[in-house]
């Protein structure tokens, strides 16, 4: 597990003033990496790092030239327009970069002066996805999320026998993976209407949210070498946000044998700002089973290692209606978890998929499933806050829901809070459904 | 549907000698894509294309631009270390390319002593990927290996309700994509003996092959945007043999309810020549439902656009054991079927993988699933052909398998046959098994 280090000082302070107000997402003791450039602009897609309100643009920092030593060849990796570099070169090259910029962006630094100028307001940019991914992984980590899901599809069966010992999971699409403010068109697909005999095609009448935490992966393995549990962690660069958007209905009906398939890959949106482990070296969390649960097989035990594979970080989704936007009224909060609730850790995940020699490749991306706590208000998707659509959830001024519909907005904010610490956030991840095609 | 044209007329001739030999794999009226380069060099990969006993090297031929308009911007697409390009360029570039090159191989053709120096005998050539595969997407397209796994997995429920109308997919690992040759190593995973209540990690005792048709990517289409049936065909590059090695012992533990994972995703080998559509237009066969099986869903129903979706196709699947090599014996088939009895068409997967608006890319990879035939004699796997397990297939002097053991080599082998017309050949995919990690 990665130690909690001089950047994670509270006290510490930038020169970049939207940093030291309470309740940033992006103090100097976060420093997330990014992909972007000038909203509306034909910039080249460069590195950047998140600090208060403002972006340091590391592409154009990284001509000067300003470290040294790995932290240097990281900056060179991080100016590219995507930042499989930065991620394959490793955990030590990312921390002595986030070492470097930690130091460079306190109050009373030598470089304020010229880092200033390199500075892009937060507002100002567009983002694209922080890597370019190879392969993305999604898992079904949450033990609450599966038995209420598996209630819903299986009522005799909800958690299968499997679930306790293997990290269940299923190869996602990369090529419709998108970043934060993309719009998710309605998705057709063959449905079963209830009692009928034969499917139609139709737009999906069960859009869904899912609230998972995503995570990068650093440096790889090659085919065929498996990742020990212990050494997990050195290959994971950081995390961000995921919604793994789904048609409910599509899903039911495709579903068996092989798992999901167009209910799920016709969009994935991840958070523009990778978080990475060493900001959140503070707010690691225990990880034990309940009593009386097995433990994992061995190859999955790493409480001999480390006694602190979960991450304390609070999860939240929001949805505003586009009557909602039209009056002017706040979003409202459809779902809260936090990712300790996990059954399964990042560490566990990846090892688990090299077990067999599968190899990952710098910026691969896992999802963690939807995380959903032990309460039933702790629901992460809306198939399983509406009891798969059978209790219509009340929102403000009379509007309700069971599923998405066309002009909703879904946000989900995630971040780490444990004093005397300063808050570690994720920024936020956004998404408006558009029509499905044959509508517009 | 792709047209018969004059590259296909069977008295056409090479100033390759080997590629006018009855049987070969590669007549003039073929022309296969690959990447490669001479054996155990460090040259640069480069496309090439397959005539008789020789590669033409596209990447020395380039240069020389022999050809004009969009043959000669395909030749360029061509010269890189993948073929993205030139399957993203489109059917008509890869059409004219393909015309130009028949052109040129043609005996008496004024090229002959141009083209003569810039001829590699595959004998000393080694292969890489046609393409950088973005996605791999692995179909389940005969619904004769859909009926027999059911029956070892759900004996009550052999074939799931959605078979007949959903293409039924998954989507596979990119990352572990080889070329044939590969040597693949028995994964290590969870599995669930018999009678036993706690998983234990181990070497997969059930390693198995599956006989699979590849299909590579040529133009994508936009995510949000459907390829209609009528126009499924034109993002088709060409096929190619493939293999989804499976570990059935991983897999019945693993694959409810996300599908299949780790018992698939330590390797999948393809072959190293990709057929073009154009080659393969004499061998379309007629796609229809049995009589009483229902029609598919329209947008899957490209009857009406043309009638022939199919493709007359032979496939075997051959096994050299270690002792079979050791006593200088010949391989023994034990897998031979037809493409043309898959349920589903090329075409009609493009379609539903892209209904909901999934964006294919170029060079993204589909397979067929496991193409099984109507008799038993038919089955593309071991898992079919040992009953999952129970009857073990008698080989040369005494030995036996149900199960892939260490050393064996797997051949697969594909070709068109349909007089008067030139025999195309796919080559050869190959694979032999290493034994696990832990007990090298």
Redesign the interface.
Same mark, same amino acid.
């Given at each position: 597990m990665v130690a909690v280090d001089a950047t994670h000082d509270p006290q510490l302070t930038s020169w970049v003033a939207s940093a030291n107000a309470a309740g940033s997402d992006f103090p100097i003791q976060n420093l997330p990496f990014g992909v972007f450039r000038r909203a509306g602009s034909r910039e080249s897609f460069r590195g950047g790092v998140a600090i208060g309100a403002e972006i340091l643009d590391l592409g154009a920092l990284a001509p000067a030239q300003p470290f040294s030593g790995p932290a240097g060849q990281a900056l060179a990796a991080s100016a590219q327009p995507a930042l499989n570099a930065l991620m394959g070169a490793g955990a030590a090259a990312a921390a002595a970069l986030r070492e470097a910029l930690s130091l460079a962006l306190r109050a009373g630094s030598p470089l304020e002066q010229r880092l200033r100028r390199l500075l892009v307001p937060q507002s100002a940019a567009e983002y694209t996805l922080a890597a370019e991914v190879?392969?993305y992984t999604d898992f !079904?980590a949450s033990i609450h999320h599966a038995t209420a899901v598996?209630r819903l599809?299986?009522p005799d069966n909800p958690l +299968?026998p @499997?679930y306790k010992? =293997?990290p269940? &999971? !299923? #190869?996602?699409? &990369?090529?419709?993976l998108?970043v934060s403010g993309f719009e998710v068109?309605r %998705?057709? *697909?063959?449905v /079963?209407a209830a009692g009928a005999a =034969? $499917?139609? +095609?139709a737009a999906t009448r069960r859009l869904d949210y899912e609230l998972e935490v995503g995570a990068f992966i650093g440096r790889g393995n090659a /085919? *065929?070498? $498996?990742v020990p549990i212990g050494a997990a962690e050195q290959h994971v660069f950081g995390l961000c946000l995921l919604n793994d958007w789904s &048609?409910r209905d599509?899903q039911s009906?495709? !579903?068996? $044998?092989? *798992? %999901?398939? +167009?209910a799920k @890959?016709? &969009?994935t949106t991840v958070s523009p700002w990778v978080v990475t482990l060493e900001a959140l070296a503070p707010f690691r969390t225990p990880w034990t089973r309940p009593p009386g649960e $097995?433990p994992p /097989?061995?190859?999955l035990d790493d409480t001999g290692v480390r006694r602190a594979g979960g991450f304390d970080l609070e999860l939240e989704a929001w949805l505003e209606t586009a009557s909602m936007r039209a009056a002017g009224l706040a979003p409202q909060r459809l779902s809260h978890s936090n990712f300790r609730d996990s059954w399964w850790t990042v560490s566990q995940m990846v090892t #688990? #998929?090299t077990? @067999? *020699?599968? @190899? +990952?490749?710098p910026g691969?991306l896992l999802g963690s499933g939807t995380q959903s706590g032990p309460t039933p208000g702790e629901a992460g998707s809306l198939l399983e806050l509406s009891g798969g659509g059978k209790h219509a959830i009340a929102l403000a001024r009379g509007e309700q829901r069971t599923f998405l519909e066309d002009g909703d907005r879904v946000t989900f904010r995630a971040w780490c809070e444990r004093p005397p610490f300063r808050r570690i956030g994720f920024g936020e991840l956004t998404g408006t459904v558009r029509p499905a095609?044959a509508a517009r």
């Open positions: 190879g392969d !079904y598996g599809f299986r +299968l @499997n010992w =293997v269940i &999971a !299923y #190869h996602g699409r &990369a090529s419709s998108r068109t %998705p057709t *697909g063959q /079963l =034969v $499917p139609e +095609l /085919l *065929g070498e $498996p &048609a599509i009906w495709e !579903y068996q $044998p092989l *798992g %999901p398939f +167009l @890959n016709f &969009a $097995p /097989l061995s190859y #688990h #998929h077990v @067999n *020699g599968c @190899n +990952l490749q691969d095609r």
